[in-house]
């Protein structure tokens, strides 16, 4: 699912698209390092969409449309805090994840905000086919 429905952009989303707009994707800091967690399948996917998003600008280049993914790492989500609650013990499990990024810290919704914002305007007018990754430094280990 991770990439399929992303595949079919060609040729069921961009002939709607106006020209000149900005499209952002997401994927995950996963696409871009191996994972010890077991996402080999999620990682590869995410892979995938990163590597799409690429031919996917140069696809829709002819029409001033810019495509960019977002990478993102772990953030204060539902989904994340109920990851959380699934371990033996939920605080260990935010203090590990936590730790396993530069900055000491997950990601809020509002830090994601502001980048997927950046991508989607003008402000981004030369960035295309750029994979962005805001993960607080996770990565840079």
């Not at 961009?14 to 390092?33: C, F, N, R, T």
């Not at 305007?121 to 030369?126: H, L, R, W």
């Amino acid at each position: 699912m991770n990439l399929t429905g992303v595949s079919l952009m060609p040729k069921y989303l961009s002939p709607h698209l106006q020209d000149g707009v900005s499209v952002m994707l997401v994927a995950s800091e996963l696409a871009l390092v191996g994972s010890r967690y077991g996402n080999i399948v999620y990682s590869a996917t995410k892979g995938g969409v990163t590597a799409l998003v690429r031919s996917l600008a140069v696809h829709c280049a002819p029409r001033k449309i810019r495509v960019n993914t977002l990478c993102l790492g772990a953030t204060l989500t539902s989904m994340l805090k109920e990851a959380w609650t699934r371990t033996a013990d939920a605080v260990e499990a935010a203090r590990k994840d936590a730790a396993a990024v530069v900055l000491g810290m997950v990601g809020t919704p509002e830090e994601i905000a502001v980048v997927a914002l950046f991508l989607l305007s003008s402000a981004s007018s030369f960035v295309d086919g750029h994979a962005l990754v805001a993960d607080g430094g996770a990565t840079i280990w």
